[in-house]
């Protein structure tokens, strides 16, 4: 950071940058997503650091609600049963 103020090409690339650089940090922050889901579960399961902030749960438990909400289980089921229907038996 001190690197991009030293000179005035630095600050300026740092008054250009400044706001894409903010997004991307709000879009990798993982407390922004809580956790990951667990798949392979016959339901909804979120999986978050164990050192997560009070934050980070929050927004696992909302993504957990909203997972729930638009039948994401239920779309994977789906989806694997269509899969495995169209599968070709293997030779014995």
Known sequence: M???VRSHW??????????PLMRLRQRTD????GGAPLLGVNGVCMICHGRSSA???KNAILRAKSLV???VIERIQRDIEGTL???VPARA
Request: proline share 0%; charged share 25%; aromatic share 16%.
């Open 55 to 57: 934050k980070a749960i």
């Open 30 to 33: 993982y407390a922004e997503f």
């Open 2 to 4: 001190k690197e991009l």
């Open 10 to 19: 630095g600050r300026l690339s740092f008054w250009l940058l400044a706001r």
């Open 69 to 71: 909400e638009v039948g």
């Open 85 to 87: 229907s169209h599968a």
